[in-house]
């Protein structure tokens, strides 16, 4: 999907033009795949841009970095100030936000303490990552033949730059079969998630989603649907799934921040359908939130201006 350039890009506390983001071609990230990084989203409300939980996306930065042993630069706060002066500096309405963590040019090998670590944050418009009609009517998904990463080999619980590899594979393999995207089981057998994706399915007019220990990346956007899920009154609960519960669901749903909130029509080729009524009320809900048209959930927006 190709990338909308625009004005400026935040590198290490300044504003740079977008052609002369650079890094060098020695920077240890660029090898080694040992980078943390944050997906997220501002929108377009009554009040001007906002971004979605931008604090909790950013909280998970460091997660992913106190992993990797990734000392970040800056504080919290500085980030989010960031975040916002890059949005201003390009005059967006709404974006998506890419915040990166690479560790730099200076060392090389596979013990990398002493490389320095530098900060980088992009914005650019990126429309539904899945597509309109996927949004509107479902996707067609399929159970990848490649597994999950178990959390023992590579952390599942970070946003880690080289883990995507993983994803990539199985995207690959489903998009060239003909398919939107890919589900990915773990090394038991269990439903993850998705290519970049977590996943609901609805049974018996409750929700359930793998539990993190399944491999399942502690999505910004899963633990919303969850919230809004509960305030909704409609049950909702981690649960580990086999890939027949995906084929037999009454609904099922993609979450994450690109996504947003997708229906799955069918898996596998056995026909899910169109979004029944409890994905509607969900995805109806959280877009309704991320536009500032609820004022209940508020304190998920983070107002540029």
């Keep these: 999907m190709p990338i909308p350039e625009v004005e400026k890009i935040w590198m290490d506390g300044e504003l740079v033009d977008w052609a002369d983001a650079k890094i060098h071609i020695l920077t240890h990230t660029l090898h080694y795949g040992s980078g943390v990084f944050e997906g997220i989203r501002a929108y377009e409300t009554p009040r001007g841009a906002a971004v979605f939980r931008l604090g909790d996306h950013i909280k998970r ?21 960031a975040t916002k002066v890059v949005i201003r500096a390009n005059g967006l309405k709404s974006c998506y936000i890419r915040p990166i963590a690479i560790r730099g040019y200076g060392e090389m090998g596979l013990h990398p303490l002493a490389a320095p670590v530098n900060v980088a944050i992009a914005v650019w418009p990126w429309g539904a990552y899945l597509g309109e009609e996927g949004i509107k009517h479902g996707v067609m998904a399929k159970v990848s033949s490649f597994r999950r990463n ?40 269990h439903v993850a998630d998705g290519a970049g994706e977590n996943i609901f399915v609805v049974r ?22 969850m919230r809004i899920a509960e305030d909704s009154n409609i049950p909702c609960r981690e649960k580990d799934l086999a890939r027949t519960d995906l084929y037999t669901a009454e609904e099922a749903f993609f979450t994450g921040t690109a996504a947003e909130v997708v229906p799955i029509r069918e898996v596998d080729d056995r026909v899910i359908g169109e979004p029944g009524p ?11 939130i991320v536009k500032g048209l609820e004022k209940e959930y508020e304190h998920w927006l983070e107002y540029v201006d």
């Design 61 to 81: 930065l460091y997660r992913s970095a106190s992993i990797y042993h990734m000392p970040i630069p800056f504080t919290p706060e500085e980030l989010i100030e």
């Design 150 to 189: 178990e959390s023992n080999s590579i952390p599942t619980a970070a946003k880690a730059t080289g883990q995507y590899l993983n994803s990539i594979l199985a995207k690959m393999e489903v998009v060239e079969a003909g398919y939107d995207e890919a589900v990915l089981l773990n090394m038991h057998g």
């Design 204 to 225: 018996g007019g409750a929700l359930l989603t793998p539990p993190t220990t399944a491999g399942a990346l502690e999505g910004v956007t899963r633990d919303s649907v």
């Design 278 to 288: 409890i994905t509607r009320r969900i995805q109806d809900k959280f877009f309704e």
